[in-house]
């Protein structure tokens, strides 16, 4: 057996080499269970030597087969699902038991995306080769980990995709299925849910009392956080807005810091104070997908364009839509007449004044 291995590998051209590849192949697969580790090694020698030679189609072909066999040559299986062509690579990351640990972790470090996004979908992921995936996966890769039961993450790695799901909603909703998640890190993740989504992950770690019991308790501590810090901004919003009025701050000033840092109901809460018109009325305005009316008012209140920027970047961040937007928004506001933006405002008061004239009557 080993002399006629040995001498089949000495063949050298591509055909024949390719023929070698099927022959050797088809003679490992019919008994590999039955050699003996050093007929299994001697086998992969010979097919691995054989893969720069061969087609892309026969090591696809070779690749699905070994992924499933239990007896497959370690070198052989590692050399195809290190290669560059994800369709040869694929069907061992995703399958094969023969890969270790670290062959995992070596290719996930290197290869592309695509080799990232077949290693997620293995049966079982341990926590060194997640690390590797959350630390360097993109939005595919990630939510694809995420939502396979059969992966493990360390303390790290959840704090990771914590940090990396309050852009990504559907991140935030695969984190929703993890029971496993570590009590501190879910307490993170929980404030940024939607409702569903909180719901969801707290029955499920509810189902081991001491871990849903600690959660429920730290749940109801951030909401209060979250409610006694909003009152603050209120109040510090009411502040500012006296200040613009009162000449001892700077609109524009207040402006830039509330929108740089996403505070749209303190930001409309400041320009309804200053403008006299009801709070609402701003609200409703602020985030609108057209962006005129909160234009109209930024103008009216002769807000400067640099500060206006920093409003059409706010909106661009909270509704998600491409840069360019602010940047026109904030070009046409420029044009924008002021006679005819402090009309407007006066029609605003007029409206907000007869509405209120008519629900005391």
């Known amino acids: 057996m080993i002399d006629e291995l040995t001498s089949l590998a ?37 097919l691995t030597s054989l893969l720069d030679d061969v087609d892309t189609d026969s090591k696809v072909d070779l690749s699905t087969k070994l992924a499933v066999e239990d007896h497959a040559p370690h070198q052989l299986a590692k050399a195809l699902a290190e290669d560059e062509d994800i369709a040869v690579a694929s069907p061992v990351l995703q399958h094969s038991k023969v890969l270790k640990d670290e062959d995992i972790v070596e290719i996930a470090k290197q290869r592309s995306q695509h080799h990232l996004l077949a290693i997620s979908k293995r049966e079982e992921i341990a926590e060194v ?5 959350v630390e360097r996966g993109e939005k595919q890769v990630l939510e694809s980990v995420v939502q396979n039961q059969g ?32 009590v501190e890190i879910a307490q993170r993740v929980l404030p940024v849910l939607s ?4 719901s969801r992950l707290l029955e499920l770690m509810s189902k081991d009392p001491e871990k849903g019991a600690k959660l429920v308790h730290m749940a109801r501590d951030a909401s209060e956080r979250q409610r006694l810090l909003a009152k603050k901004r209120r109040l510090e919003a009411k502040v500012m807005a006296e200040d613009i009025k009162g000449g001892r701050a700077s609109i524009n ?17 400041v320009l309804a104070t200053v403008a006299e018109v009801p709070a609402n009325v701003v609200t409703n305005i602020a985030l609108k997908p057209d962006g005129e009316p909160i234009a109209m008012l930024c103008r009216a209140l ?9 409003i059409a970047e706010m909106r661009s961040r ?10 026109q928004l904030t070009m046409d506001y420029m044009s924008i ?12 008061r007029m409206r907000a004044t007869m509405g209120n004239d008519e629900a005391a009557a």
């Open 10 to 46: 000495r063949e050298k051209s591509s055909e024949k080499r390719r023929e070698l590849l099927g022959r050797v192949s088809d003679l490992f697969f019919d008994g590999a269970e039955n050699y003996t580790d050093q007929e299994a090694v001697l086998f992969g020698d010979v």
């Open 129 to 133: 080769v997640t690390d590797v995936l």
């Open 151 to 182: 992966a493990a993450f360390s303390q790290t790695g959840f704090a990771t995709l914590a940090d990396k799901a309050v852009a990504d909603d559907s991140l935030k909703d695969a984190l929703s299925h993890r029971a496993d998640m570590p």
């Open 195 to 198: 409702r569903d989504a909180r």
């Open 253 to 269: 000033d207040i402006v830039c810091k509330l929108a740089d840092a996403n505070r749209v109901p303190d930001l409309s809460l």
């Open 302 to 310: 002769d807000v400067a364009p640099d500060a206006f920027r920093s």
């Open 318 to 327: 909270r509704l998600k839509a491409p840069s360019s937007l602010a940047r």
């Open 337 to 348: 007449n002021k006679a005819n933006a402090e009309r407007a405002l006066r029609f605003i």
